[in-house]
Nanobody
Framework: VQLQASGGGLVQPGGSLRLSCAASGSIVSIYIMGWYRQAPGKQRELVATITNRGATNYADSVKARFTCSRDNAKNTVYLQMNSLKPEDTAVYYC??????????????WGQGTLVTVSS
């Protein structure tokens, strides 16, 4: 299973970005997809997750600013980030809990995409 993330970049404070992450491979089912981030010198932290039925969970620091959604038909998860702050600067990683052929479940990570919020 491969997770390919895209959409990172440089944005000014108050701006918006949309991240995408597509899963590919011998996928039978995906239960949870989501986003984590790691800022320089800090541990990786949860940003948002979404189940296959659309139930979402957000870190308190991003609630009301970020929206996590997914397209089950495309095995793709999105993160719409609005009102970005400098403290949102980090490498963003997508994550998915996936069942592959034979209903073997595993936790998979994308390569990370850098989001920089700066004027």
């Amino acid at each position: 299973v491969q997770l390919q993330a895209s959409g990172g970049g440089l944005v000014q404070p108050g701006g918006s970005l949309r991240l995408s992450c597509a899963a590919s491979g011998s996928i039978v089912s995906i239960y949870i997809m989501g986003w984590y981030r790691q800022a320089p010198g800090k541990q990786r932290e949860l940003v948002a997750t979404i189940t296959n039925r659309g139930a979402t969970n957000y870190a308190d620091s991003v609630k009301a600013r970020f929206t996590c959604s997914r397209d089950n038909a495309k095995n793709t998860v999105y993160l719409q980030m609005n009102s970005l702050k400098p403290e949102d600067t980090a490498v963003y990683y997508c994550n998915a809990y996936v069942a592959t052929t034979g209903w073997r479940w595993g936790d998979y990570w994308g390569q990370g995409t850098l989001v920089t919020v700066s004027s």
